[in-house]
C-alpha cells in the first residue's frame, strides 16, 4: 500500500502525523509512506522520518498562505500593502504546488492520501479530488480552517479534534476521533510529578506554575507574567517557556533566577523553548498557556487545570473557539489576551483561583480530561486504511 500524508504551517500539523503514521504500520506493517510538508517544516520532518525507517520518506511541496486576520478590515490590508504582496506571492507558490502535486501523484498512484488541515493541504487535496484519490482530512480546531472547508466535499471521510456538533461538515463521513497526540503526554502521579518537579530544580512539595506561548512564545502571556511575577512567586513557583522570539526581550526576568553550582536556589525558572513539554506539563499544577487544539489535546491527555489566554488575532478566531467550546463545559479557565494586556491582575486572580483550591483544580481537569481521545492516533490510521 501506498500512502501519503501531508501536514505544515504549523507545528500542530505535524506531530500528530507521526502518530498516525505509527499506528498505520500496526496494521499495515508493509506500507511505503511519503511525508509531504512545506519548506518551513521540511528540515524537522526529515530529521522526523529519518529515524522510523527505509518504509517513509520526506518530499517538500509547494503552498501558498492566505493571510487573513481576523482585526482586519479592507483598509487596513490596504495601510498593510506588504501583507498583499505576500498573499499574491503566495498564490504563485499554491499554483506551482498544485502542479507538483499533480506531477507527483500521477507518477506515485498513491492508494490513499491524508491531510492534517492548514495551507499545506490545499494543492494536494485538490488535485486528489481530481484524479479521484481517495483522502482523509483531520481538522483540530472547533472552526473549521479554510483548506479543510474546501476540501470536505470531496473527500472520503472527515475526522475532528471535537464534538461534532462545532462543526458543518456532513455526518454521514465525519467523526470526533479528538486529536492524537505523542505517548508521553500521560497522565502523572504525585509521586511521579514531585519527582519531575525535582528534576526541574524545584521544590517538590511547592505548588509549580508553568507558563507557556508556544515554541516562538506569546508577547501578551510573558508581559503578564512578568508583571504579576512578584505577587505569584509568593505562594507557588513558576516555569516560564518564552519562547525563541520573546526569550530575548524578557531577559530582566532573570533576575528572579538563582543559581548555585548547578542548582537552582529559587522558585523561578525562564527557558527559552523546551524540546520535552510532557515533562514541564507533568510537573505543573498550573499550566497557563494559548488555546491551540494539539496543546489542548496534550493538556487534555495529562489531565491537567489550565488557565487558557486564546490568541483573538488569528483567522476565524479559531483559539477563542477552542477556548469557549472547553469553558461552555467548565473545563478551563479563560482570561481574554486584550483584557489581561490592561490588568495583568486577571491573569493572577486566575491562577491564584486554582492554587488555592485543590478541588477546584481536579474538578476542571477532570471535565478537560473529557475531551481527551487516547485512541485518536488509531482510529485515524483505521479511517485512513478504510478509505483506500
Not at 481576523?70 to 500593502?81: C, E, G, Q, R, V
Not at 519531575?196 to 508577547?219: C, I, N, Q
Not at 483544580?361 to 477532570?366: F, G, L, N
Request: hydrophobic fraction near 45%; proline fraction near 4%; aromatic fraction near 8%.
Amino acid at each position: 500500500m501506498k500512502i501519503v500524508v501531508v501536514g505544515g504551517g504549523s507545528g500542530g500539523h505535524v506531530t500528530p502525523v507521526v502518530a498516525v503514521i505509527e499506528e498505520i504500520w500496526k496494521i499495515k506493517p508493509r506500507a511505503e509512506v511519503e511525508f509531504w510538508t512545506d519548506k518551513k517544516y521540511f528540515e524537522n520532518v526529515s530529521k522526523l522520518t529519518a529515524g522510523m525507517g527505509p518504509r517513509i520518506r520526506a518530499r517538500r511541496v509547494f503552498a501558498g498562505k492566505l493571510r487573513r486576520y481576523a482585526h482586519f478590515k479592507l483598509i487596513d490590508y490596504l495601510k498593510n500593502f506588504n501583507v498583499v504582496l505576500l498573499n499574491i506571492a503566495d498564490t504563485f507558490r499554491f499554483l506551482t504546488g498544485w502542479m507538483q502535486s499533480f506531477c507527483r501523484l500521477v507518477r506515485l498512484k498513491p492508494d490513499v492520501i491524508f491531510i492534517k488541515g492548514g495551507y499545506v493541504g490545499m494543492p494536494v487535496g485538490l488535485v486528489a479530488g481530481l484524479l479521484k484519490i481517495p483522502y482523509v482530512i483531520h481538522d483540530s480546531d472547533a472552526v473549521p480552517g479554510l483548506t479543510n472547508r474546501i476540501l470536505a466535499r470531496k473527500a472520503a471521510k472527515i475526522a475532528t479534534g471535537m464534538p461534532l456538533e462545532y462543526y458543518k461538515y456532513p455526518v454521514d463521513k465525519s467523526e470526533w476521533t479528538g486529536i492524537p497526540v505523542a505517548s508521553e503526554f500521560a497522565k502523572v502521579g504525585s509521586g511521579e510529578q514531585k519527582k519531575l518537579k525535582r528534576e526541574l530544580g524545584f521544590d517538590a512539595e511547592t505548588m509549580l506554575v508553568v507558563a507557556t506561548g508556544g515554541s516562538l512564545g506569546a508577547m501578551n502571556i510573558n508581559q503578564a507574567m512578568g508583571e504579576i511575577l512578584p505577587e505569584l512567586l509568593a505562594t507557588a513557583s513558576v516555569m516560564m517557556v518564552a519562547g525563541r522570539d520573546g526569550y530575548p526581550k524578557m531577559m530582566d526576568l532573570k533576575e528572579y533566577e538563582k543559581w548555585e553550582d548547578g542548582e537552582l536556589l529559587s522558585n523561578f525558572r525562564m527557558v527559552e523553548f523546551s524540546s520535552d513539554m510532557a515533562k514541564l506539563f507533568g510537573a505543573a499544577d498550573v499550566v497557563v498557556s494559548r488555546a491551540g487544539a494539539s496543546t489542548i489535546a496534550e493538556l487534555a491527555s495529562m489531565k491537567k487545570a489550565v488557565v487558557m489566554v486564546p490568541n483573538a488575532m488569528l483567522p476565524g478566531k479559531h483559539q477563542v473557539h477552542n477556548a469557549e467550546a472547553l469553558g461552555k463545559e467548565g473545563a478551563v479557565l479563560i482570561v481574554e489576551d486584550e483584557k489581561m494586556v490592561k490588568k495583568p491582575e486577571l491573569l493572577l486572580a486566575a491562577i491564584s483561583k486554582l492554587l488555592r483550591s485543590k478541588k477546584n483544580r481536579e474538578e476542571q481537569a477532570a471535565k478537560l480530561y473529557n475531551f481527551a481521545k487516547g485512541d485518536a492516533a488509531k482510529r485515524l490510521a483505521e479511517m485512513v486504511v478504510e478509505s483506500a
